[in-house]
């Protein structure tokens, strides 16, 4: 990739992330690992307690990068049809019409999803993993560039369905957004004191450009050590007794995804070992399946932390 198109990438996605910094405050991290998956055409689930901003973070990088927004609020009653749409009769025309529904947006977010019924989750299922929805028989492509951010709360069991191994395995990256600090959390007040940050952001690109830069990181260099290094890491998953089920290889396309992505917003043309650690977790850890003995919340964590400090980091690796 040449530099003047890393820049490119690394000032934009930059400017993007100072524009969603207005709304979202101290989440630097967290920002840009939903910008490094946006940016790998990757799908997102933020999963937090209630109050800490998560719907504000789809808002704001939808608003930033000037794409369509659609919101789609997770209830049990929700029907498969209010999320990909339905056939409505014409008078005009004496035909069936199809309304879209709310998937039909450049980023759509799915709020308290695991409150719906598994049947209705699995709606998404075909938007996201084929950018296509099927109704009656007839195939409509999904708007480009397209990111579903879900979202659920990880302290309500009550009235929730927890979503599927399958359907986990299509979100790119997991993230928690967190508290914020003493300090960050009053920057939020006084921010408030008279409009709500998300008016103070603005589109800084268009879904045009996003596609473009979507398309350059493509050309970020992944050296075959590191290549290698990935693969150690997905493998280690599989033979932990805590461990009933462990990433596929749909979890190494992820972390070699998101690590590009992370290495161009950086400034990088390649991929370090650094970007791979960074990207492990947010990648891996919602695709294990664990069994009774690991009964921490955060566990799936855990692993793969205790992973990467057993597999040896390459120490040669090629760089273009």
Known sequence: MAAATIDRVRSRMQA????????????????????????SRGHVLIEDVPGVGKTTLAKAVAKAVGCSFGRIQFTPDLLPSDVTGTPVYSQKTGEFQFRPGPI???????????????????????????????????????????????????????????????????????????????????AVLDAQMREHPLAQVTAVMTPDELALLQEDVKDVHVDDSLKDYIVEIVGATRGRPEVLLGASPRGSLAVMRLARALAAIAGRNYVLPDDIKAAAVPALAHRLVLGESAWRSDSAQHIIREIL????????????
Do not use: C, W
């Open 16 to 39: 993007v992330a100072e524009d969603v910094g207005r709304a979202i405050v101290g989440k630097e991290d967290v920002v840009r690992l939903v910008l490094a998956s946006l940016l």
């Open 104 to 186: 039909f947006a450049n980023i759509v977010l799915a709020d308290e999803i695991n409150r719906a019924m598994p049947k209705t989750q699995s709606a998404l299922l075909e938007s996201m993993e084929e950018l296509q929805v099927t109704a009656d028989g007839t195939t409509y492509r999904m708007p480009q560039p397209f990111l579903v951010i879900a979202t659920q709360n990880n302290v309500e069991h009550g009235s929730t369905y927890p979503l599927p191994e399958a359907q986990l395995d299509r979100f790119l990256a997991r993230v928690s957004v967190g508290y914020p600090s003493k300090r960050d959390e009053v």
């Open 309 to 320: 400090s057993a597999v040896p980091v390459p120490v040669r690796y090629g760089r273009t």
